[in-house]
């Protein structure tokens, strides 16, 4: 047998990839297309037809409750995106890093991941009994003598929202981020400090850096499940918070579907703005 | 050196970590112990009881607290998985085979398929939905359009594991079953495979408990209320007023997860074993 044939044989014939891509252009390139072109279509009460209009675009950007959604989604994407990496951060050094032995990094990994086998949306309502005013931390707290009025504003406000959503996402922070830090090689850091450098030097010199592809990848995750999220926004704020997410909700659920898309378009842009940044940071394909 | 003092801080500070991780699961997991059906879904306890299980598996008097409707919608929701995770582990597969040679184009085809798993639910399922309505007026079903858009999330996750596997393969073993003329396609099935399998259970396990959990999808995809699968359930009870019988079916799904996870290690473990023992064979022979 020759050695092209060989090759080929090797590295599998290509048309193995056509199901992957044409299931994907399909059930997600086509769809997403049509949410841009459904957003040009013309809303009346009870119907929608594609007579092409701006109506739509203009309804959105001429009220503050859309306007408003979008800067909401904006503002708790970069608070939730800054809390999941302050927690996750140290937790990922922890792990990744000073852990010495195999079996406890595992062991605690493990344990980041084990509350994921726990529906999302119970995960989201189990903030509901531990942040209420009868909740189990102004019982703790009230009880601890540390407060002696319940604290009113920890459930259905924006810091409910941010609380929820940092403690459901900040383990895909963890991760990323420990994966990359345990696969420094440890005797550049012996060198730096023979050599004489001190923690905080070698930290901002070695350390992070090499880090920094598993904080994109980790900000990539956080980010986009948070810019999509609805689910959270709803449970623990008493829809008091909205997100984009949530408008598209309710605008489907009143079949109003040029509006629907219109806030669909306006969320892809923000995601893809917002990935498109962070793949400038990293290459993704490379640290595979 | 600083380790002695960084280290034991750093172990306060994950030690926290988990508590904040784990909190509310606590919190949870007590207050599904609550008297029913009159107690509510918050402190105190009024009395410590095990109502909201049996109520769950019917096994109480019917009370003015309706049972989740959790019996279908959760037999739909395995179906469901079970479908998503067998087609998106059979294109996962064939994609990351496919992936082994550069071909023109890959890189834009890697991006289309990884963007699976960035773009967010809503969107995928918003999109899906008005190709149905709109479009081709068809019905939406979690066995259909559901269907379609779990998979375009779970592929994505399947090529990533099985690329891993694959980039770490020794392509050897291939060519000398090659060279002694067995076909492509049976040298796939007892060489690569087997060789592969680790990776694939991986692929399966993240497809199945990713379909299994996918609300923002299911809930644009899937149709009405005789449709539900088990999150949409679930998100239909929140909506009116929670009761502890929610907090209930939390840990026993969690308890079902945990089989699940447990099923997973064991194959795992031996698939790993049997891997050990024929490498000792060859090395005998």
């Excluded at chain 1, 595992?106 to 980041?112: A, D, P």
């Amino acid at each position: 047998m020759s050695d092209a044939t060989v090759a080929t044989k090797r590295q599998g014939p290509s048309w193995l990839i056509l199901p992957g891509i044409v299931w994907m252009a399909l059930f997600m390139v086509i769809p997403i297309a049509m949410i841009c072109y459904v957003s040009f279509w013309t809303q009346t009460t009870f119907n929608i037809s594609s007579t092409p209009t701006l109506a739509s675009w203009k309804q959105f950007f001429a009220s503050d409750t859309y306007t408003g959604a979008l800067w909401t989604t904006v503002r708790i994407w970069l608070i939730v995106l800054a809390t999941t990496f302050i927690i996750g951060y140290p937790t990922a050094l922890f792990v990744g890093l000073f852990v010495k032995s195999k079996t406890l990094s595992t062991v605690l990994l493990v344990i980041c991941v084990i509350p994921f086998w726990t529906s999302f949306l119970i995960r989201v309502l189990a903030w509901r009994p531990m942040l209420g005013k009868e909740g189990a931390i102004n019982i703790i707290l009230l009880k601890l003598h540390i407060i002696s009025q319940p604290i009113e504003v920890l459930l259905f406000t924006e810091l409910s929202v941010i609380i929820g959503m940092s403690q459901i996402y900040c383990v895909f922070m963890v991760g990323p981020i420990a994966f990359m830090l345990g696969r420094i090689d440890r005797n550049i850091i012996e060198a730096a400090r023979d050599l004489g450098a001190g923690f905080g030097r070698i930290f901002w010199k070695i350390i992070f850096p090499l880090s920094l592809p598993g904080v994109v990848v980790g900000a990539i995750f956080v980010s986009v499940m948070v810019l999509g999220e609805f689910a959270t926004s709803g449970a623990l704020s008493g829809r008091k918070v909205n997100l984009l997410g949530n408008i598209i909700v309710t605008q489907v659920g009143s079949l109003k579907w040029a509006m629907a898309s219109v806030t669909g378009v306006i969320l892809t842009v923000v995601m893809g703005m917002v990935i498109a940044a962070f793949l400038r940071i990293v290459d993704l394909k490379q640290e595979l | 050196m600083e380790s002695r003092v960084l280290k034991p801080i750093l172990a306060l500070y994950v030690a926290a970590f988990i508590l904040f991780l784990y909190g509310p699961f606590i919190v949870l997991g007590i207050l599904s112990f609550q008297q029913g059906p009159d107690g509510g879904p918050q402190f105190p306890i009024t009395e410590w009881s095990t109502y909201w299980y049996q109520q769950i598996f019917g096994l109480t008097p019917p009370s003015r607290i309706a049972p989740l409707p959790v019996g279908e919608a959760l037999i739909r929701s395995l179906i469901l998985a079970f479908m998503t995770m067998v087609t998106s582990t059979v294109l996962g597969v064939m994609s990351a085979q496919a992936f082994r040679r550069k071909f023109r184009g890959s890189s834009f085809v890697f991006y289309l398929i990884v963007l699976g798993m960035m773009v967010p639910g809503v969107l995928t399922g918003l999109g899906t939905s008005l190709l149905a309505n709109n479009v081709f007026g068809i019905t939406r079903h979690w066995y259909t359009t559901a269907f379609a858009t779990h998979v375009a999330y779970t592929f994505p996750f399947a090529f990533l594991v099985m690329l891993a596997i694959l980039n770490r393969f020794d392509g050897s073993v291939e060519e000398a079953a090659w060279s002694l003329g067995v076909s492509p396609w049976k040298t796939f099935r007892k060489v690569t495979f087997p060789l592969i399998f680790p990776g694939v259970l991986s692929a399966m396990l993240f497809a199945f408990t990713l379909s299994l959990d996918e609300f923002p999808r299911s809930l644009f995809a899937a149709g009405g209320t005789e449709d539900q699968t088990l999150p949409l359930a679930i998100y239909g009870t929140f909506a009116v007023e929670i009761h502890p019988n929610i907090f209930a079916f939390g840990v026993l799904t969690t308890l079902f997860s945990f089989a699940l996870l447990s099923v997973y290690g064991i194959l795992m473990g031996m698939s790993v074993r049997r891997a050990r023992k024929l490498a000792m064979q060859e090395d005998i022979a």
